[in-house]
């Protein structure tokens, strides 16, 4: 069974983050770059199954700029087989149409059986990758999995909402999404990082899989305009006395807060 681990780099979740105003993006040279947290989860899955059974193979994929082979890296020791990274810079700023149709790309030339992404990132948090992937591939999804089974030929597990948690099934090849209520990552050992040093990290651009990021047929989102946060504004103050329960309680319905 191949399983393909997404990871994304993004910035520390724990630092401050910034937006450059001129470019529109997010300022990465203002905090550390590290793999979201929710993708060493995902590949936490990954690992977990491999501990269990026979010819799993392993493959982290990320888009991600050419610094990010030194977190990949991470994932090499912490278990996976092989990595594959997306360089160009082309892909700077690159909404979710054209990184879905690169990764779709590169999982065409791969070969896959499943598919393990976060539910969604800590910088952007569309959480549609996934969606748009099994469209693109033409195969089953499941989203926002909160608890994982694989087995030879399908994957099962319990897919929460706001609303309700249902138990879900889907044969394989298919694509799945997780939540952070599934176990954090292990860490990587000494014989894992020795390993890691000679595992094949296969860099490859747009040209190589064919895709022109200038080619506006399919649709794109583009960044139009961006301003800073305003200052935050004082809030309001209920003294004690009579209708103070009246006024919270409008505070809250009108901020739709009940």
Do not use: W
Request: proline share 4%; aromatic share 2%.
């Amino acid at each position: 069974m191949k399983i393909v681990v997404l990871v994304k780099e993004v910035p520390d979740t724990y630092a401050e983050r910034k937006l450059n105003l001129e470019t529109g993006l997010a300022d990465r040279g203002a905090s550390d770059a590290v793999i979201d947290e929710i993708c060493e989860r995902a590949l936490e899955v990954a690992l977990s199954h491999a501990d269990t059974a026979e010819g799993v193979e392993i493959v982290v994929l990320s888009v991600a700029p050419e610094g990010a082979a030194t977190n990949l890296r991470k994932l090499l020791a912490m278990g996976a087989g092989s990595a594959v990274q997306v360089v160009s810079e082309d892909l700077l700023g690159a909404d979710l149409g054209l990184t879905a149709e690169t990764i779709a790309a590169v999982l065409r030339a791969e070969g896959f059986d499943l598919v393990i992404a976060g539910n969604q990132s800590t910088d952007g948090a569309a959480g549609m990758l996934a969606s748009m992937l099994a469209e693109l591939l033409e195969v089953p999804v499941i989203t926002n999995l909160e608890s994982v089974a694989i087995a030879a030929d399908r994957v099962t597990g319990t897919r929460v909402s706001d609303t309700a948690r249902t138990a879900v099934a889907a044969t394989l090849p298919a694509i799945i999404s997780i939540t952070e209520q599934l176990p954090d990552a292990r860490f990587p050992n000494f014989k894992g990082i020795m390993a890691a040093k000679k595992k094949p990290l296969t860099v490859l651009s747009l040209m190589d899989l064919g895709i022109d990021a200038t080619d506006m047929t399919p649709a794109r989102t583009i960044m139009t305009a961006i301003s800073e946060r305003p200052p935050r504004a004082a809030g309001v103050t209920l003294a004690d006395g009579d209708g103070v329960v009246e006024q919270l309680a409008a505070y809250l319905a009108e901020n739709r807060l009940v």
